[in-house]
């Protein structure tokens, strides 16, 4: 048997395998490595090609792991849809989508936002991923690309959509983090603190060119 | 039909089906690989002015064509402004050729710009994007 499979070398067989032939035979490739075979390749080329009806790349629970790496995968990347997660800084927020922002999809622009503030202005990043804990999207709140607080701590709705201009998605999560602050500090609703507030997030986290 | 073999087959047939859109319609380069989404304004005379400026960078200007690889995936075209309208009134009068988000990836463009004058924001926005990381470590 070791003269007629020999030593080739592409392909380096993954145990257990098995090498199914026309005769009904089967040979066991872990046997062939006892034997003092270490490399198979397939296709063989001295050995008959066409005496080779199939070969088993992977056992069942091969089978099934692939199968539950893609399943989780398919998993993970819808989850991520509804969840904004940064392991680094240990921040989680809900990304709730309203009926239309079903059809904008405009999640990653708000993602996006967030990681402008995260790097850009550090100190808003960290009072938002504390303070908040939801962010709802949708449609015209509060006209058209803009958002809305309606009261609620730890829940602010934004309306831009999947092409904003990320700088603005940004400044506007700083705009009702900073009504979120008013409101859990007890303090009146102003919208000039916050339309400063988000100004100065724009001024920071944007780089024009030319100055 | 074997399973590894069906999913060969699908995952070889995404990736053609990948790489040919993003070569139709965005910028897409093996070497040096580059792999940036064009977004053009709608309406725009010259087309393709960011993937013609991205081309112009590649020929004559290769170390801000590398940064603009390495930090950019996505260039927009769309006007920049870098206050609120409700504080500053005169922030969309002004005119900025192009603009970076920083900790993003994204370059924006000014729309209806030319070719040339776009390569030249574009040197400018990736050397901008490298002195911001390089500022982070």
Redo the contacts between chains.
Sequence with gaps: MQQNFGYFGRQVVILPHILRLDSGWTVNVKALIGDGITKVIYPLHTFKISNIIGYD??NITG?KI??LI?AVSVGVWIFSYFVYYDFETSCFIKLKPGLMSFVEFNHSNIK?GL??????TPDVYAGVCSNIDTIESDYGCGGWQGGCHYGEEGRITLSTTH?E????T??IIGHEYCHDLQLREGRSFS?EEC??F??QI?????????N | MDFLKFISIITIAVAVLYIGYRASYDHFAIFPYCSISIREHFGDADKNSIGKALSLLRKSNTESYRLACKYFDKIEEKRCFNADGHIYENVFSKIHKGCYVKGTKRAYLLPGETAEQNAKTLSALSQFARDFWHSRQ
């Design positions: 790349t992977m089978k692939v199968k893609v996006e990681q402008a503030l995260k790097y850009g092409s201009f990320v700088g603005w940004a400044a919208e339309y400063s988000d100004s724009l001024q920071t986290i944007v780089g024009v060119y030319p």
